[in-house]
């Protein structure tokens, strides 16, 4: 009885730790600056960026940077693209949409025209790229709309997200 009991409580413990990025966290991702005192933003120098052939599972690199040591970028397979974080892959199809994404579905995005950047909030950190879609609507309403990935950098559950940041 005592061991279902822990289990229980361990499952019930794991379940608050996986809840998903707070709307503070995944504005302050997509725009690549803090919107609340709670989170911390460091933005990643793209100063040097490599490339890589066959990086890892049929995947090129097309987009790396060196951050303390580790690999930090994207990378492009055959029919799907990836986040690379510490030399692993993190596929985007495979990302959780968060909040209203208007039906924007997970997709490519041009790394290169990103803001990549670590944010912390509490005791979760996570890896953000934001992107506002390729430049599209660099006039009118659509400017303000920005996509972005977010990586728990703990539990490695990557989410996806689409926000008018004008509002």
Known sequence: MKSGFAALIMVAS???WAASPSEDLVKSCLLARSV???ITLRNINADEVLQEDDYADGFNASYIVKYRGSDIGYAEGKSDQALIYSGKLYRLS????IGNNNEIKPAAFNPTLAQWSLAKEGKYQYLCVGFNFDGLGQSGSFQNVHGGYLLNLKNKD?????RDVGQ
């Open 94 to 97: 495979k990302s959780t949409p």
């Open 14 to 16: 794991s379940i608050g």
């Open 36 to 38: 609340a005192s709670s």
């Open 158 to 162: 990557l989410y996806f997200a689409v």
